[in-house]
């Protein structure tokens, strides 16, 4: 089974390679293709290299082979990195001997029937004709494996490997006839001639000679009462055999023919089923699930909202069913009958159903009763359309499947009938996710009713519909509504309009299902107050509701949220789990009698849930416990939002602290930005220029923080002006606790601008006032900013000390999260002094801990260090595969400031390895990066790490002048000093000259640089 994160390729049809949305489309040579391909089929998935050589460059000398072979695997690597953001090294590892392609990321259509059967040989079945289980999987990797093998795809010398192509294409034709067999002799048993058919169909297309094939389809044709059919397939049969074999039809199959024809000619035509005149999609997995259960019970329910496609899935299926009913399949619309007593509206039903059935009724008798006398003896399949307005009368479709026993009822309504002869199957939006490199359901039918509207879409267009689909939860008549706008409205303007109402989902008729609101008010209408009030107030959530909250805010028992969810109005997601679809809450959000007191009920209820699980201060420990409360997320932000649009002052002091760390704590620093900026905005403009001393602090206090989230996303000049403000504000009020994580703030800016003498005096303060306030963990957090900024300056003893006093008292509060920071800090102090063995067991301590805690973040900047570590101990692969590990966790959690940090160890991890241009972009890219961003200290590092390239390149002067300006530059790092200066004692350069070329020059030759050289 293909999961998230796997390379999909798919073969049959075409050869295409897949990464989740994108498509590995660019490749060196179809020879790096086919030398993919080649690793993913074979069952081992490693081979020699001289193996490969000889199959894909047979004509080159065997230095030239290899040397091929290595740039491929290189560019394959290169690319995979670029298509995924993933290390080179997950594709595959090698060796000098073999190549071994990573099997767990590789998906492939050509594998999946070979590991069904493996996995059908150990399933424990009687007869495999009976094991519906392994069917269906089997039929899976079937409808795969349609088209031909790789079409086209063979190359003019490197007969071996067309060769390998030949015998594996018939491997593949040879495997899917057989399990064709085993499917087709499934149906067969199971009485089911459309399966039958379309499975023989597709059995002939591969092996046209097949006459008892042929025989096996004309006797499902004839089961199905298709005599036009059966005149059509005979008559294929006789041109295939024709003009393939020369030859006439067998006798056993002019036989087999003529039976078929005489049992369909005596067959009446029983077949009521409403035309549709526009394509049907997708679900694949509700057919199989109502072919089950209509087999073993005969009433059988599809529920489902209004609009999500129930009755045109409940006709399809149907149409499909003639074969299995003896008598027929007829479909009976309730929508008609009125609502009243349980008797008579049993009596409308049956009447209805009666005339479908042609079924003539005695006006002076019981037409239940004439009903059940009519189809007592008959095999039927009677489609119930619309009963949900019904349900009290659906006793009566337990009295008829009990006194018809080969009757089947199939009805669709948005709430079960709650009878005990009953099965229900949900029924939901169609699938949204694409599948085995095809586009999801719901964006192949807005793309098949735009195209009926004469305005076709490309894949650049795809994201868009996607995203249309997605808003409307994959409802089928609120796809078909957008899709009727494309003539009148771009697409990104269809997705706006949905975003701003429902009304804008209606196609200006008057019928059923003219408007999605019409639908919503339907169901409506069919609640009592009750049910109404708490669907109303339920509106107010904004993600999972959990049943305590609902009881606390809505009012909602568990009977009422029950009711609901039978009404296809809620959905359940797990037991005392729910939610609402966007546009129920929408509608129902304007049914709401009190929508102040709901939006504060709300909010306090979620304030206290957040104050009970975060704690306020951002230096105190993060329980690991916390991270549950991340699935509340929607409704914490709603509760923000409502806050800060309210401007209650109160609320907004009691929840600015804990949310900021929660997104802080949990890396989420991009989406706290945008909170925390949307929030602020919100309430300047409600204040206004002359504010009171409460609402200056506040601002003061969301300030703080949202400088701390702006310089995690690296814009550090906007965090200085933020922050600035914000502790002028804090210091006029005498706000100690609060100036502790300003002046964190203000440590961590001057740090990076390369002003270490300021960011000792923030941290000296930092310190001053948490001893002041006599907390631990703020005690903790001043001496780990002192040891950093010690470090910084080249005080690596005394970092040594205040990152061990930090790291104790956490071990002492058993503060997890922070200890692994200051085992991270003592890790890279320890490299500072030279004691790698230590670095070592520091860092592979804090990496154990952040791994258990399971923070991206944290766990990329530890394996930064290990790759710095890595690349000074000589081990540079080692390091080059750690640097892309952590800009995954980096790019994950959106601490983008960091990057530059990789990138400058990928560069030295090439220049140790040789690879100069590498060496030359990485290098650009940090120092690029870091100048844009403000970091004076990293691009300081960079330059260092140009002097090493320059001098690996023999441009030794330039590399000495580069090492005299970063040892003289106030802004460098402790660390970035003391190797230059080392360089230069070993040597014998001075290290006091002053370079004559200013910032701005050095800097903007270095970025000109030409990639060809220094």
Known sequence: MMVNGQ???????????????????????DKSRGLLLYLALTKAHTQRRDVLVTLFWPEATTAAGRSNLRVALHDLRQRWKKLTGRPAADLFTANRKTVTLNADIIWCDALQLRQVVEQMQQHEHGELTQCATCIEKLSAAIDLMQGEWVPGFTFPIADEFNQWLFFRREELLQQTVHALEMVIAYHQAQRQSAETVTYLRQLLALDGWRETAWQQLFAALAAQGNFAGVEDAYAECRQFLEIQLGIAPAPETVAAYERAREKTADQPTTFSLPIHLTPFFGRSAEFTRLSQLTKKHRLVSLVGAGGVGKSRLATEFARQQHGRFADGVYFVSLVEIGRGAEEAVSEQICIAVANELNLELNPQASAEAQLRQHIETKSVLLLLDNWEHLINASAVASRIVRHAPNVVLLCTSREPLRESAEHVLRLYGLSRRASHGEQPDSVRLFLSRAEQRGQPFDHRDLSTISEICQLVRGVPLAIELAAAWVEHYTLPEIAQEIKNGIDFLDDGGDGRHASMRQLFMQSWQLLNNAQRRTLSALAVFHGTIERDAARAIADANPRLLAALVDKSLL??????????????????????SDPPALHRAHATYFAN????????SHFAPFPNAAHAILKRLPDLQAMWQWATATADIPLIEQIVSPLFVLYYRTGRFRQGKTLLETGNARLQTQFGIAMTQEQEIVIAKIATRLARFQSYCGDLTTAYATCTAALTTLQRFNLPNERLLAHLEMVDLHYHFGEFDKALEYATEQMRLAQLLEEPSAFSSACNTLGRVHNMLGNFDAADYYYQKSAALDRANNDQHGLAIKLGNLGRNAMSQGNRTQARRYLEESLTIRKQIAAPHRIASVQYVLGMLAIAEGNYAAAQTLHEEAIVGYTASNRLEAISLCYFGIGMAALGLNDFDTAKRQLQACLQDSLERGLTIRALQAVNGWADYCIALGETQRGVLLKQYVTNHTGSHGDTRKAALVYLEEHGQRSDVMVAKTWQELVSELLMADLSGA
Request: charge should be positive; avoid cysteine.
């Open 7 to 29: 390379l999909e390729i798919y073969t049959f049809g075409r050869l295409a390679f897949r990464y989740g949305d994108q498509t590995w489309q660019q490749f060196r040579s």
């Open 571 to 592: 959905r359940m997601l797990s037991p005392g789990q729910y939610r609402l679809h966007a546009m129920v809450r929408e509608f129902s959000a304007e049914m709401q």
């Open 609 to 616: 849930l957040l104050t009970d699980h975060i704690p306020s």
